[in-house]
Structures are given as structure tokens and as C-alpha cells.
């Protein structure tokens, strides 16, 4: 149903009037009625709708702006919905179109709908994917970091992509360092994209446009400000909520397996100066535990158990301290290792000491410090210290007394202990089979040398599954037969029967349930050999021959014949069958409609079409159909000395070039019918368009080499062909090169001698003989001339073999 006059039904606000007036010729006005072409006229209209029937809609009706549909699933209800809703249009007086209005409409749902449905359910199911960025044409980055996490969103032709996972991100780290690490983090991603276009950053840390614009800065920031100098990145201010409100919803949702922001930058050596000439005799210290390493690579580890409380950076001050001390024996130059962010920055002077605990002990290293030639300080993960960390735990795990000192050993073993005894030899590897106890049990009564009683009792539970034969062992099955495995092809051993309960699809699961000596090669031939397995298992796709052409020696010499199945719907003149044949040689194609193919269709077919109108052919390719091999078939084949084949059951590859043009001419047919029942009458149309379409296998058309021309189709006759257009550019080269004679009745000419007359004069005879007298001159250029006795020449002459004469 469609609403009359649609918004004007919705009364306007009287104080809302005053914003809708215009200004005409014959005064000013305003609407009283929602007008037409207003921006929120749709979306007011709706509210109303909404308003009126919120009791009613998804229910029995549905409402889009001025258009209402009214379901059913019985005509009895759908009786009552339309009484109800004609009930309350009637109660606040709106009005319908009852030209647009239709009633008892079912549902239909056809292949088109199905087609509408899966697009949409494709385009929901799938995201947007990655796209390539449009060249000379900026990158859109937005970026919001919160306290905890980041996240950014890519804008590129016109699209909002997430790019990236979520990171927590360190509470440590100021709002501008967080800043620069999650840009950063992006560009590493995406920089095969800002390496080649310009990236306009949108974020709503302004902090960040001075380090993309200063030209110099100092501290930390300076390793950001390099690390981004390689992307010409311009910081843009953010004027919509579009792509923000998408970063937003990332960052304040981030991944539970986040990754820790790394503190250290990861170009670490990027604005680092050091010395030119490597250090002498350099010694490193590693700490939680204490572990001194010589040049030489000699390592000499110390620990200590604090027995009073304290903080972790406490005890890494303390670690440090008596590394300190005891490298004071030395008196070299030194590398401290740690993996405590917070002691080695605070060492460096790059972070505050403001921890009261920390303060004596940062005071009194750097009384230590001063004793040394050179200490350098260097953090490293702490997979990278895991040998002081374990001195560290190796020290709070063992109970010592105050003021005792403990000595732990550390070796490398090599080999086992039992092996290392001495006076004790390593044991001969035993290179007999599992069974070779078993098989020296049956066979002589007698057990292994030195074995106890329970290995004894062992051996003899395990042979009473076995029996010996001659030399030859045997597994005893559950229904105690003990056939041989290998029988030289005699019947199937009874043990491979006997399995048949459980499900095998192939040797190996057989071969797993009993084993004896050659028994996955038996297993394997019973299972070749099994008859269920052969006739259940798949089709052999692979060709088992290389291809034989199929090939034509002349035109028309070699006819493939098919028929296109019933079809329905059956053309308005009752044909439901299409007899198609195909000529091997050119590949054109000969068909025609019928209501039924029978044996003397077929060969009235053969007659009339093909033998009338292209001569005998030799051969003759048909399927196996009963109406395409018959006594009548057979009969016509004698009679006309025509070679008669059939094709393979099943294999339309034998016979594939009739079968190719039933698939053309279907596709043809398809897209010229109209109402689906005078495809009959399309055919001949059809058939043209293959005969005048290039064929790949022969690379011209049929009709080119039937004929040996091309043919004129009938959009030519309207426009132009290539040939029309190439014969008309001949035609004006030639006009320019004509020079017009014009002869009248009565003129006397010369006309040239011809090439097969006579004359005893050879190379010296002339070339013009007359004069003639023009009798008749046509409009064509042909003249009669006649002789000076007034005989007419039997030929008439073209203007072109004769000029005028001058007494």
C-alpha cells in the first residue's frame, strides 16, 4: 500500500512554519504540510509512521517511509491484519493511493533473489581486505594512545581499515614517548606504503607536530625523531569522529596476550658515539648474582645470601655493590651488565634517584665508581643474564651460617655414571630379534642365562602365544589358528580373515594388530587383492594413454552427431530436442528443433541436410543412443558407403567437438529468448552467430572456410564494416587518378588494337586502328561503334579503349 500524497499528510509545527517560507512573485508563503525535497522529510515521515503503528510493525505490517506491506501466513488473518490497519489509518485520517495499492500478492522467491541473498551474505560474512594505495595521493593515519594500550586505523581509497593488534603499553612511559612508540610501531608495518606517500597524521597528541617539525631536538626524543626522519609524515588536526571513534573502540579494548612495550629504543646505536680504539684488558660484570668475565673469557661467579628485608632494587644495589668491591682487586676497566631498567638508567644519570632507600646506595656506588678507570653501564633482556639470576636464586635457596662462605661446584657430564665406574665395561649391544628368547624356549626348553624366576615366569606366558614350526616362528591368533603368512598364493590365510572385524584402509592398519616376520608385504597383497577394496575405491583420474587426435582429412568428410535433451519449457510449436552435427574439418554446424527424435528423424536428418546440401561423408561419430544406432542407421550407412563409429559409454572426450558446440549453442540460445517458449524460433539466428564466430581450435570462422569469404552480417547494413570502409578508400584512390572523357552519338574515335589480332608488321604495327563513328554511348562507358561503311563491330567497347580522332 502507498500513502496518498505521502508527507503533506504530516501537519507542520505552527512555530516551525516560519522556516519554510519562500518568496514568490505574488508574495511570501510558507508550508502548512511537510513539503517535498526537505533533507529530515523522510526521516520525520518515518517517526511518524513509527509512532502510529509501533504495536503493529515487524508483526503484521512493515513500514518504509510511505510504503506498508501487510503479511499473512492465512488468508483468514490476512483478512483480520488489513481490517486492522485500515482501522487505524481511518482513527488519524490518512489517506492511500488505491492506484498503487495491490492486495493477495504471494510470495515469490526466485533465482534472482537467492542470487540478491548470497551477495549480501557474502559481503557480511567477509571484512574489507587490504587494497593498493592509490598513487600520488596521501595515507591517512589516526592514532590514539591511552595509558594502558594504543591503536590506529588506516584510511586508503576511501576505506577504514584496523591494521594492527593492540599492545599494553608501560604506566612508566610519558603520554608523548607512548605517542611516538605506537607511530613508530605503525610505520614499521606499513612501511612499504609511507616509504612511497605522504602519511597525514591525525591524533589528538599535538605535542607530536613539534618533534615531526623542529629541526633539532634533545634527550630521548631525538632517537624517535630519527627513527621517523626516513617518512614524510605531516601532522594533520582532526576535524571528524569517522576514523577516531574506530581507534577509540581498539584501544579501549586491547588483546589479553599483549606484548610489553621494549624501554629500549630499537636502533639503539642511533645517535650513540663510541671510542674509535677498542678497550684493553675490558672486563664485564653481570648482576642480580655477581659473575666477572676476564678478556680471556674466564668467568668467576660470587653470590651472597642478604639476611635482612628489602626491595628488589634494593638487592640489585646491593649485587652491584659487591661486584664493585671485589673488582677492586683488579683494578681494570670495566662493563656492567643488569637487567633492572631502573638501577642502570639511574646509574647513568639518565633517570632521578628519588627513592629515599636508594639514595645512600646510589651515593655510595658512586664513591665506588670513582676508584675505577672507566665503568660503563649497558641493560639487557633478562633471557640475556640468566647466569647471574640463577646465582641470585641459588643464593636465596640454600641455608647459610652467618659468616660462613660455601663452595658449589658445576661440571659438565658427559656420559652416564654407571658408565664412568671404574672397572666396569659397557654391555654388548644386543643385536638378536625381539623374539629370539621366545623362539630358544620352544625350541630347546632353555631360558636366558641368569634370568629370575619372574623373568622366567615371563617367557613363558609370552611363548604360549607362539608356535614353532620346523624354523619357523609363529603368532598364535584369537581363534588359535596359525596359518603361515606366506603360502605362495595359495588360499587367504585365515589370521588375515580373522581381522576382517576390524576396518583397514590400507596395509598399515592391518599390519598394526599382528605381527610377524614379512608381514607388512603380506599384508599388502591380501589388501591389493581384496575385492571390496577394489570395487569401492576411487576413479583413476589420470589419463592412461597419451591423446589420439581425432582429425578430418577434407571438408565434410567427418560428421559428429548429438541431441540436445529434452528441454523444457518445449517451444510454443511442441520441439523439446535439437539434433546438432558438427563437421570435424571446418567445425561448422548443422541443426534443427523436433518434438521427437526417432530412427527416421534421424535419418531424414542425415539426408536432407547434410548429404543433399555437403556431398557423402566418409565417416560418421554418433553416441550409443538406441534412436542413433538402429537397423535404419545401419541400412543408410551401406547404402552410402559411410563409415559408421560409436563412441565409448560415458565419455563424451570421444565425441567432445559435438558436445562443445551443444554447450555454444545453448549459451547463444539462452541470451537471445524473450519469453522462454520461441527458442525454436532463435535457432537459425543462433546458428548464424557460431558460423560467423572464430573458432579458437581453427583460428577463422566456419563460413570463411566453407565458403572461402567472410560473411555480411546484418548489423553491417547499418554501419560500416572494416571491408565496406577499406573498398571505399580504394574507390576515391582510384577516382583521383581518373580523367573524364565524355563521347557523344556521332564522334569519331580510335580504338586499340587488341592483343590477338594478327598483323604481318609484328613489333612495328600500331597500336590504334580506325577511325569509328560513335553510334550509341551509354551511361556505363560502353560504346557501339561502327566502321566508315556503316557496319556495326560485334563488341561493344569500354571508353577506356578508345580516344577521339582529329580529321
Known sequence: ????????????????????????????????????????????????????????????????????????????????????????????????????????????????????????????????????????????????????????????????????????????????????CALVWAAKRLRQYMLSHTTWLVAKTNPIKYILEKPALTGKITRWQMALSEYDIIYVNQKAVKGSALVEHLAYHPLEDFQPLAHEFPDEHIATTTSIDPLVEEWSMWFDGVVLASPKNQYFPFATKLGFDCTNNMAEYEAWTMGLLIALEFQVKKR??????????????????????????????????????????????????????????????????DGQEMTVHVQQQSREAYCQQPGLEIAEIDVDPWYFDIKQYLEKGEYLEGASENGKRTLRRLASGFLLSGAILYKRNADMTHDSPSNNGRSPPRVLRYTRKWTYPGPQNLASRILWTKMEADC???????????????????????????????????????????????????????????????????????????????????????????????????DNDTNLNNKMMTELCEQFRIHHYNSTPYRPKMN????AANKNLKKIIQKMVVTYKDWHEMLPYALHGYRTSVRTSTGATPYSLVYGTEAVLPVEVEIPSLRVLAEKRVKN???????????????????????????????????????????????????????AEGRNLRHLVNADSVKIFFP
Open 1 to 180: 500500500m502507498d500513502g496518498f500524497s505521502r508527507y503533506n499528510q504530516i501537519m507542520m509545527l505552527h512555530e516551525d512554519r516560519e522556516k519554510t517560507t519562500f518568496i514568490t512573485l505574488w508574495g511570501t508563503f510558507c508550508y502548512k504540510v511537510m513539503p517535498f525535497g526537505r533533507k529530515n522529510a523522510g526521516a520525520t515521515y518515518q517517526r511518524a509512521m513509527v509512532a502510529l503503528f509501533h504495536d503493529m510493525i515487524h508483526k503484521e505490517i512493515e513500514v518504509y517511509v510511505d510504503n506498508m506491506i501487510a503479511k499473512s501466513k492465512t488468508p483468514e488473518q490476512y483478512i483480520e491484519d488489513l481490517w486492522k490497519l485500515f482501522t487505524r489509518l481511518q482513527k488519524y485520517k490518512l489517506r492511500l493511493n488505491p492506484t498503487k495499492c495491490t492486495f493477495g500478492q504471494k510470495l515469490e522467491w526466485n533465482s534472482e533473489c537467492q542470487e540478491a541473498f548470497e551477495k549480501i551474505k557474502s559481503y557480511l560474512e567477509n571484512p574489507p581486505v587490504l587494497v593498493p594505495a592509490v598513487p600520488r595521493k596521501p595515507l591517512i593515519l589516526y592514532l590514539i594512545v591511552l595509558e594502558e594500550s594504543m591503536g590506529c586505523m588506516k584510511e586508503r581509497a576511501g576505506y577504514l581499515l584496523p591494521q594492527y593488534k593492540i599492545h599494553r603499553m608501560r604506566k612508566e612511559v610519558t603520554a608523548l614517548e607512548r605517542t611516538c
Open 336 to 401: 656492567v651488565f643488569g637487567d633492572s631498567a631502573l638501577v642502570i638508567y639511574q646509574l647513568r644519570g639518565e633517570s632521578e634517584t628519588r627513592d629515599a632507600k636508594l639514595i645512600p646506595y646510589h651515593d655510595h656506588v658512586r664513591e665506588i665508581v670513582k676508584a675505577f678507570d672507566v665503568v660503563t653501564f649497558h641493560h639487557i633482556p633478562r633471557e640475556e643474564n640468566q647466569m647471574a639470576d640463577a646465582l641470585a636464586t641459588l643464593s636465596v635457596m640454600v641455608r647459610v651460617n
Open 524 to 622: 599388502y597383497q591380501y589388501v591389493k587383492k581384496c575385492l571390496k577394496c577394489q570395487t569401492y575405491a576411487d576413479h583413476i583420474n589420470a589419463a592412461s594413454s597419451t591423446p589420439h587426435s581425432l582429425s578430418s582429412p577434407w571438408p565434410f568428410a567427418m560428421w559428429g552427431i548429438d541431441v540436445i535433451r529434452p528441454i523444457e519449457p518445449k517451444a510454443s510449436n511442441g520441439h523439446r530436442f535439437i539434433l546438432v552435427a558438427i563437421d570435424y574439418f571446418t567445425k561448422w554446424v548443422e541443426a534443427a528443433s523436433y518434438s521427437t527424435v526417432t530412427r527416421s528423424v534421424v535419418t531424414k536428418f542425415i539426408k536432407k541436410d547434410i548429404i543433399c546440401r555437403y556431398w557423402l561423408p566418409a565417416h560418421i561419430m554418433i
Open 656 to 659: 567432445g567437438a559435438v558436445e
Open 733 to 787: 584512390a582510384f577516382d583521383k587518378k581518373v580523367k573524364p572523357r565524355v563521347f557523344t552519338k556521332g564522334d569519331m574515335v580510335l580504338k586499340k588494337v587488341l592483343p590477338n589480332t594478327k598483323d604481318l608488321r609484328g613489333k612495328w604495327a600500331p597500336k590504334y586502328e580506325g577511325p569509328y563513328v560513335v553510334k550509341h554511348a551509354f551511361c556505363g562507358g560502353a560504346l557501339t561503334l561502327t566502321d
